[in-house]
């Protein structure tokens, strides 16, 4: 399968669900990361220095990354406009997942602008009358999850992913963004986050995603995990 993580800056994938993409590179699929912004409003780090580190986590996590520049750090809109540059982006790798930032509006503003604007792509991706688009074959993906970067004060997440057995390799890709270590610590805010998470499924490290869509399944049965251990 086809996997496609969208951050807003360099490093929200890392902090949010890289672990998800280490598993699923090692499983044999394809995994590519899309950052719409180099952090050019960030306190520390330059955006070349910010673009290099988010490379390096890449390698990493063991995925492609691109950039996509729909107006910078701060400056992201959540406009038709910013949105078919991103249907475009999955007309042309064609995911069956896409990962992309949570909708709430909690945090930095580029963070909910980039999930709508994720999810609104889309569904542009599935309109074969597009003119902006014609020459490209549409698509329709499988599935849309959103996940959460820093602090969360939103409901709890619909999904809770075991990621105990890559925290070491996900602990490397996060600290490859050493110019953002300079403001907190967020190693140490990620793994109380992922501890939590794992503690409500019995299990070590955890992330959380949101659904976009209802999960369908053909039977109850289908369901072998079990998070009920209170």
């Given amino acids: 399968m086809k996997i496609l993580a969208v951050g807003a800056h360099p490093d929200d994938v890392e902090f949010g669900c890289a672990p998800i993409l280490i598993q699923e590179a090692r499983a044999g699929h394809e995994v590519r990361i899309l950052v719409t912004s180099k952090g050019e409003a960030a306190s520390a780090g330059t955006p070349e220095e910010r673009a290099d580190e988010a490379r390096a986590a890449a390698k990493i996590i063991g995925a492609s990354i691109d950039f996509l520049d729909l107006g910078g750090d701060c400056n992201i809109a959540a406009n038709p406009t910013n949105a078919i540059p991103l249907a475009r982006e999955i007309r042309q790798f064609r995911p069956d997942i896409i990962l992309a930032p949570h909708l709430g509006e909690n945090q930095h503003p580029d963070h909910s602008a980039v999930g709508k604007l994720v999810r609104d792509a889309a569904r542009l991706a599935r309109y074969g009358g597009l003119s902006q688009l014609l020459g490209l074959p549409s698509h329709q993906i499988k599935s849309l999850y959103y996940y959460v970067i820093t602090q969360v004060f939103i409901e709890p997440p619909q999904l809770i992913v075991d990621v105990s057995s890559v925290y070491p390799e996900w602990t490397r890709a996060i600290q ?49 995990l079990s998070s009920r251990y209170f």
């Fill in 176 to 224: 490859c963004h050493a110019s953002q270590m300079k403001t907190r610590s967020y190693p140490e805010l990620v793994t109380a986050r992922s501890r939590s998470w794992g503690a409500a499924i019995g299990v070590e490290y955890a992330v959380g995603l949101w659904i976009n869509d209802p999960v369908r399944v053909s039977s109850l049965t289908d369901l072998t």
